[in-house]
């Protein structure tokens, strides 16, 4: 009889565990995640094409490079089964320098910009809902924005357009614009859960961004307009912290 007992109360407990475990990453849990994102573009441009009075000519050597950031990252995910989820990754807008290269080298910083990418992943996560341990691989969209675009002195002043051959003519009061954007990610990392509550996550994501950055200059011969497209393609790291539902 006792023996009868201690074989319930083991199998209760075993229960009990079970239920718990099943809490971590299973089908209808929800999952919050908060932590640190950094940006790593690997970045080229293209040459300036200038537009003015009627033409235009490119720029041959002028092209830009753009830095790392890092910022605060906070996603949400649904497990719609024990290994399938939807997740939402959002942020705080990382602030992005924008350096001259070529024979724009010389101006140094030319402007700085924000990111918004709001992006959307379907993951697949590998072992069972209560291992401790799940890699998992994702793919998904982002449409990114860019916004508080802000041109160092010697661009807003339209400087960069200075020639021999047209020495300032081309100059003047200039404002800057950065073209929205679709961009596919892909997306692998790890979770490791604590208990049925609370885990810690590593990602590398990539991400195919191309923008286009326009400049447009009031000169005294007129509206200057440059363009020149240029590809950003950053790695994105997050390490974060995960609260379970």
């Excluded at 998904?140 to 924005?145: I, P, T």
């Amino acid at each position: 009889m006792k023996l009868k007992h201690i074989a319930c109360a083991a199998l209760a407990a075993l229960g009990v565990a079970g239920a718990s475990g099943a809490h971590a990453q299973s089908a209808g849990s929800v999952q919050i995640n908060a932590g640190w994102m950094h940006f790593a573009p690997q970045d080229s441009s293209g040459a300036f094409n200038v537009t003015a009075l009627g033409q235009t000519q490119t720029r041959p050597g002028s092209g830009a490079s753009v830095s790392n950031a890092d910022t605060f990252g906070l996603t949400a995910q649904y497990f719609v089964t024990d290994h399938i989820a939807v997740e939402a990754v959002i942020g705080v807008p990382p602030k992005f320098h924008l350096d001259g290269e070529g024979t724009l080298g010389p101006l140094g910083e030319l402007g700085t910009a924000k990111e918004w990418s709001p992006t959307l992943l379907l993951k697949y996560y590998f072992m069972n809902a209560q291992s401790k341990f799940r890699p998992y691989l994702g793919a998904g969209a982002s449409y990114v924005w860019f916004s508080d675009v802000k041109l160092s002195s010697q661009m807003a002043n339209g400087a960069f357009l200075y020639t021999p051959q047209t020495g300032t003519a081309l100059t003047g009061p200039t404002s800057a614009h950065i073209s929205n954007s679709f961009a596919p990610v892909v997306n692998g990392g790890m979770s490791y859960q604590f208990d049925k509550h609370w885990s810690a996550s590593f990602s590398v994501s990539y991400m195919w961004l191309s923008a286009r950055a326009t400049l447009t200059t009031n000169s005294s011969v007129g509206t200057v307009r440059s363009e020149s497209k240029i590809k950003l393609d950053p790695i994105v790291t997050f390490l974060s912290v995960g609260y379970t539902f």
